[in-house]
């Protein structure tokens, strides 16, 4: 099942890297289209929507009840413990699901310490929140609910005040039928989480071209596309279809007097290496988010690309992937800017219908174990996706990238942490206990390597 989805994500993240090459060729800024037919074709393979969503948990299958019960959950005030506010209070549909606030505020009244992260295609995303400290979507529900500053509602308190309404024993019931009926804290995260993982933004225009009609993008709509994988560098981090490549990075974001700086990915890691990196956001349905950043800091579309001009702050730990003193004169600006609308749905788009993922497919054929296993990190992708070993059995990963990761294996049988790991490095464990495991990397998180140790 994990494997599927990966070597989709490879796919795509080829077809990017070619279509990122071929537009280096592209002809300038002037011309009326996105490149030649050949670099049209890999762009619109880059970008097109996948033909279905990624498997949900195997614990927490998704159903029309039990996201229909999440939607409830997710817009109702009295998950507060003041009764006045939501889930929708922070994710508005009218915002690109954030709120239109440079700070989020909890059920007080109070700023809190960043703003709002959008929650469009988060099916897709392997950790959660600004600084990555959730995996999945299960994680993270729980948390603004129960977080003083923010909703402010212990779980306990909240499932025993439902458990004692007829209306709501009747929905979690009709969710989670069979063994585990019960209004519970599992049960109430699980349709919450299910209900996120249908959200799946809009189509817009830029997908009406990405399927073939060349009508639907303007010349200058085209040109800005073009910006958008050469000069600007943009596709760097947001890539593919949901324009994101869910990886975290320090983007230069100047410190504020007399505040303290954020430091991000960093302490979630315990590596100082990672300090201020935050993750890139989805630009779908972007403009209708503004401000921008993880701190509100920057007010417009035209103030960030100012921002990669002239504001982008020097220190250790900017990533190579950053565009540095980025140079687009006023109409190669306006044309980016008019790509970026492209992203985002008409007006009066409605909240899509509710998607249901699919069961997730039979496991693939098992590998033969071996003594050692060497696998490659070059374009942010492990190569091979799947290794298997024998106990006590040696893994090497070597990054022949051009860029830092993080190799880490986070269970509970087996623990392992590379540290910084910088280009030209090797990491090798000897994995001694049989299981199945999966290696990621904590910058780049959707880089997985699913390892199994067994005897052969």
Known sequence: MR??????????????????????????????????????????????RPAEMPPPPSDNPTTAARAQLGRRLFFD???????????????????????GLPLARGAGGKALAR????????????????????????????????????????LGTLVERMAGDPGWRSAFAAAFPGASPAV???????ALAA???????????????????????????RRGLSLFHGPAGCANCHEGWAFTDHAFYDIGLPDRPGVAPDLGRG????????????????????????????????????????????????????????????????????????????????????LPEMATPPVAPAPPP???????????????????????????????????????????IDSPELQRNSGIQDPGQTVTWRIPTAGRYVAFCGIHPRMRLEVTVAAP
């Open 184 to 190: 519970s804290k599992d049960n109430l995260v699980r």
């Open 366 to 408: 098992g590998l033969t174990p071996v003594a050692r296993a060497r696998v490659s990190q070059k374009n942010r992708q492990f190569a091979p996706l799947r290794v298997a070993l024998t106990p006590g059995g040696t893994l090497e990963i070597v990054n022949d990238d051009t860029t830092a990761h993080n190799i880490r």
């Open 77 to 99: 005030p009295s998950l507060s413990s003041t009764g006045t506010m939501s889930c929708s209070s922070c994710h508005q549909p009218a915002h690109g699901f954030s709120d």
């Open 195 to 221: 209900w996120e993982r249908t959200l799946v933004s809009p189509r817009t225009r830029f997908d009406a071209w990405v399927d073939g009609d060349n009508a639907a993008l303007s010349p200058a709509e």
């Open 3 to 48: 494997t599927r989805l990966l070597d989709g994500l490879l796919a795509g993240a080829l077809a990017l890297l070619s279509a990122a090459s071929l537009l280096a060729l592209a002809p300038p800024a002037g011309s009326a289209d996105a490149g030649s037919a050949a670099e049209v074709a890999a762009l619109r393979a880059a970008y097109r």
């Open 267 to 350: 302490p979630v890691l315990g590596l100082a290496r990672a300090d201020r990196a935050f993750k890139t956001p989805t630009l779908r349905e972007a403009m209708r988010r503004a401000p921008f950043m993880h701190d509100g800091s920057i007010p417009t579309i035209e103030a960030v690309i100012e921002h990669y001009a002239a504001g982008v702050a020097d220190r250790p730990t900017l990533p190579p992937e950053l565009p540095r003193r980025l140079s687009l004169d006023p109409a190669q600006r306006a044309d980016l800017i008019a790509f970026l609308n492209t992203l985002t749905s008409a007006p009066d788009a409605a």
């Open 115 to 154: 703003r709002s992260p959008t929650i469009w295609n988060l099916a897709w995303a392997p950790f959660l929140f600004w600084d990555g400290r959730a995996e999945g979507l299960e994680a993270q529900a729980a948390a603004p609910i129960e977080a003083h500053e923010e909703m402010g509602q212990p």
